[in-house]
C-alpha cells in the first residue's frame, strides 16, 4: 500500500520560513520523480516544485529563488524549505508521485 504523508505545515508570518516534508511509503521512492503541488482556498491545484532520482529539481516561477526542494532516498522523504513566504503562498502542499498523492498540510501566511 503507497502512501505519502505530509507534515511542517502552519501558520507563519510574512517573510518567514518553513520546512515541509513528505514520508514516503509502499513505492520504490529513489525510482520515482518526487512532485510538490499546492492548492489555494478557491483556486486548482499548481505545479511548485520537482525532484527527479538524479536529484534535478524544477520549480514554478512564483516560488523560485524562495523554495527548495530535496530528497533523502535512504530515509524515503522529500522536503520543501520555504523562505520569503508570501500571503499569496497560502495553500494545501501535497507530495505527488507517479499516480499516488498525500493528503496535504496547510501552510497559513498571515500576521
Known amino acids: 500500500q503507497v502512501q505519502l504523508v505530509e507534515s511542517g505545515g502552519g501558520l507563519v508570518q510574512p517573510g518567514g520560513s518553513l520546512r515541509l516534508s513528505c514520508a514516503a511509503s509502499?513505492?520504490?521512492?529513489?525510482?520515482?520523480?518526487m512532485h510538490w503541488y499546492r492548492q489555494a482556498p478557491g483556486k486548482e491545484r499548481e505545479f511548485v516544485a520537482s525532484i527527479t532520482t538524479g536529484g534535478a529539481t524544477n520549480y514554478a516561477d512564483s516560488v523560485k529563488g524562495r523554495f527548495s526542494i530535496s530528497r533523502d532516498n535512504a530515509k524515503n522523504m522529500m522536503y520543501l524549505q520555504m523562505n520569503s513566504l508570501k500571503p499569496e503562498d497560502t495553500a494545501v502542499y501535497s507530495c505527488?508521485?507517479?499516480?499516488?498523492w498525500g493528503k496535504g498540510t496547510l501552510v497559513t501566511v498571515s500576521s
Open positions: 505527488h508521485a507517479t499516480v499516488y
Open positions: 509502499g513505492i520504490i521512492f529513489r525510482f520515482n520523480t
